[in-house]
């Protein structure tokens, strides 16, 4: 019943009512969001495992939306990958017309693997890093230019603006074969030494000449290449093994994205220090031409489901940190929260003021100027308040 309770008031949301107007999802300036209140965190986690796994069969579909990911369904807290969610809402806002069928675990592949097979609708749908989407918009790659819009408050304010929607989210749709359905908050990445390596990264001056695992971004890489690291590219699915190898000794992903790491990856965690670089985002994404192929009721359900996931997954993704970092924790390593001191010289030495970035701010965007409305945007509060 306690699931009843907060879909219930999720619902009593007005933007809603504007979905059933459109087929395609809604700007934000075209609807109210919900604002979240801390009263329905205790509800969100207390869902109970059995009452969150939904059956994969669906009697009556006429339609299936096979949805990938590389995070287990039954790990709902300590991930806000929302599978269950988003199943259930799409089921339900089509009466039982399509039938969400999850493939977890990976087990249809990770990553660009996995919007390469969305693009080609191998699959109707997937959750991925936003980074991969980049080859499409390259402009997203701004988000990880560092200490801008790491903040979860930021980043949600960014999303959801006018700006974000028209210039990013819009060109994803009209340049590809995929849109997204949501964005995912699982938090801002951060600087952590491995279990082998084991120390404590405070100060830019810990980490010269540390060998860094970095992911598929230039941007990234240049911003630890400025911190004076070594960068070293590995694929997400080798860090655990690389890691213990001694192969790397330091990494950065977000606490969520650390203690959720495939083949045991929070095990080889040393010390974890929050610097709060870069939001670690991630997206839910659909096929268009599947999109299309749909009844007008059935794309817009759709797009209810999705917009009804997105204002649920906050409160979930601040629970599921939370979740994370007890669970580093019990497993031995060292959560540091830098002071306002230490804070400041990682902003000096790699932040988004720097000249260093000029070039890559007009590569991406085509002038300076383009940059800064951006960083305006993460200013402006839209109708959503992420939990604190």
């Known amino acids: 019943m306690q699931i009843d309770v907060v879909w219930a008031v999720v619902t ?42 939904l059956p994969q069969t669906c009697p009556g579909a006429r339609y299936k939306l096979i949805f990938a990911s590389p995070y287990n369904s039954e790990l709902w807290l300590s991930s806000p990958h929302m599978h269950q969610q988003l199943k259930h809402n799409i089921e339900d806002f089509s009466n039982g017309k399509i039938c ?78 995929v849109a997204i359905l949501l964005y995912h908050l699982p938090g801002a990445r951060t600087l952590t030494s ?22 598929v971004s230039q941007v990234l890489r240049q911003f630890y290449q400025l911190c ?7 694929a997400w699915h080798k860090a655990a093994m690389l890691a213990a190898n001694k192969r790397f000794d330091a990494l950065d992903p977000s606490v969520t994205g650390l203690y959720n790491g495939p083949n045991g990856l929070n095990q080889h965690i040393g010390a974890v220090s929050l610097i709060n670089s870069v939001q670690d985002g991630w997206v839910s994404v659909i096929n268009q031409r599947w999109l299309k192929s749909l009844p007008r009721k059935l794309r817009i359900a759709v797009w209810e489901g999705a917009e009804k996931t997105f204002v649920q997954h906050l409160s979930m993704a601040r629970q599921a940190a939370l979740y994370c970092q007890r669970g580093l924790l019990r497993n031995g390593a060292t959560i540091y929260y830098p002071s306002a001191d230490e804070m400041a010289s990682w902003q000096e030495i790699g932040g988004y003021q720097r000249r260093e970035w000029h070039a890559t701010k007009v590569a991406l965007l085509g002038k300076l100027s383009a940059f800064d409305a951006f960083v305006a945007a993460t200013q402006v509060n839209n109708g959503l308040t992420f939990p604190t």
């Open 100 to 177: 969400v069928e999850i493939r977890d675990k990976g087990s249809q592949g990770v990553g660009h693997d996995l919007a390469v097979q969305v693009s080609r609708g191998v699959i109707q749908g997937a959750l991925l890093s936003v980074s991969n989407l980049s080859p499409i918009v390259p402009k997203l790659d701004i988000l990880n230019i560092p200490f801008w819009a790491a903040e979860s408050q930021a980043y949600l304010n960014l999303i959801t603006s006018d700006l974000w929607q028209q210039q990013v989210t819009e060109q994803i749709r009209t340049r590809s074969d």
């Open 228 to 234: 004076g690291t070594t960068p070293v590219q590995v």
């Open 194 to 215: 491995t279990r082998q390596y084991g120390k404590l990264l405070k100060t830019p001056s810990d980490i010269i000449d540390v060998v860094f695992r970095v992911p």
């Open 12 to 53: 009593m949301n007005e933007g809603m009512s504007n979905l059933s107007k459109t087929e395609s999802p809604p700007s934000p300036s075209r609807r109210t969001f919900i604002r979240q209140s801390a009263a329905l965190l205790p509800l969100v986690s207390a869902w109970p495992p059995t009452a969150m796994a």
